[in-house]
């Protein structure tokens, strides 16, 4: 005999919304998703519910009387009682909603008790119009029908009170929960990108670190070459810094700091090196994380080519296929054996490796491959749209 509709699903336990509807107690009635006018049907049932318990106790204890006509009766004032409570509640929304999402359990418990008094004085006495009986709204005016219609209206305000007060904690506890959610995936969030830093910050001075000892190396012996390399470091740092700072993280970006990477080590190697890089111009635009290529390449230069006398040559590709993106550097050096013979700790790679893992988890893979003579290493990640971040 009670709901009141609700547009606001924040406040439903406290204005007693369609969520906080008796109904809903039912785990049937509570698995049906809100549709338009849901509360007006969940009244009519609950009216004739307790329109069938209050003719079933009218039959028990008059066994005489016409069933038909009790249930008649008893539905037309179950139905106007509950809907003034259903307008009452309605339009209390309107007028009192905001003060009634703070007001203590006491304060609500009084207003479901006035609201649910008016509607059941004015239930029967619409009741008692439209079946034409005016001794029932006379039997209501009596003593003993006020205190009946008083402790039933009781009965409904406290039924009202337990159920919303009952909604509103267990909308306050989900609402604390997801919020605790929200703090935990934003750690969570902070942790990753922490540990990205971290991960990049060795990667980075590893090359510049390899860069100077070979400058330190030729001051003596070739002082122009060194003057040179020292150039094209300035050259390579320079282009570093404009693709840190900037937004784009892509892989075209990636491509020319690696041009600039290769051009310092060809530098260094002579006619013992060489490159190919072959990337579509359609893909030059996808986000990439940064410094993903240069430790698989500088991992084959210096364990794979450089140790090998006659040096070598080294591939960087990149292919789409379906929603994955594939890179792929080959080397025709030592391969993998030979570095691992050789006491190389990998750290590049590992490093690598764990942040594919810290970025897409096990939708990134990251897989070596011995060639004989060389070694492929290819990585396949998720393909990033250009408003995707990377």
């Known amino acids: 005999m009670l709901t009141a509709d609700r547009s606001n699903p924040a406040c439903d336990s406290k204005l007693g919304g369609n969520s906080g509807h008796p109904l809903n107690l039912i785990p049937f009635f509570g698995r049906i998703k809100p549709f338009p006018g ?24 008059d066994p005489h ?4 006509r009790v249930l008649w ?51 029967y006495a619409l009741g008692s119009a439209l079946l034409d009986w005016p001794q029932l709204w006379t039997s209501v005016l009596s ?24 909604r509103e904690r267990q909308a306050t506890a989900e609402m604390e929960f997801q919020r605790e959610r929200a703090r935990v995936e934003a750690a969570e969030k902070q942790t990753r990108v922490a540990q990205l830093q971290l991960l990049e910050a060795q990667i980075e001075p590893h090359f510049l670190y390899n860069t100077l000892a070979n400058v330190i190396t030729l001051i003596d012996a070739e002082p122009a070459t060194a003057k040179h390399m020292i150039e094209r470091l300035i050259d390579y740092l320079r282009r570093a810094a404009a693709a840190t700072g900037s937004a784009e993280a892509t892989l075209g970006r990636q491509v020319e700091l690696l041009r ?15 490159y190919r890089i072959d990337v579509p111009p359609e893909l030059s635009g996808l986000p990439l994380p940064p410094m993903l290529l240069q430790p698989v390449v500088e991992n084959a230069i210096k364990h794979g080519l450089e140790p ?22 080959t080397d025709n050096g030592l391969g993998v054996r030979a570095t691992r013979a050789a006491g190389s700790t990998g750290l590049g790679l590992a490093n690598l490796r764990a942040r594919l893992s810290t970025m897409h988890g096990t939708h990134a893979t990251l897989a070596i491959e011995d060639r004989q003579p060389g070694t492929r290493v290819t990585i396949e990640l998720p393909m990033l749209t250009e408003e995707q971040p990377a």
């Open 38 to 61: 849901r509360g007006i049907v969940y009244t009519l049932i609950w009216n004739t519910i307790f329109a069938a318990v209050f003719a079933a106790f009218w039959i028990i204890f």
């Open 65 to 68: 009387v016409h069933l038909m």
């Open 73 to 123: 009766v008893n539905l037309v004032v179950a139905n106007c009682i509950g809907f003034f409570i259903h307008g009452g509640f309605a339009l209390g929304r309107r007028l009192v909603g905001r003060w009634l999402q703070d007001a203590s359990f006491a304060a609500r418990a009084f207003y479901y008790s006035i609201v649910s008094i008016i509607g059941v004085f004015a239930g």
């Open 143 to 166: 003593p003993e029908g006020a205190t009946s219609i008083l402790l039933l209206s009781l009965i409904i305000s406290a039924t009202l009170a337990t159920i919303f007060f009952a």
């Open 260 to 274: 600039a990477y290769l051009d310092l080590i060809v530098l260094r190697m002579g006619s013992r090196l060489s």
């Open 308 to 329: 090998k006398i006659a040096g070598g040559e080294v591939s960087v590709t990149a292919r789409r296929q379906g929603d994955r993106l594939l890179l792929a550097v």
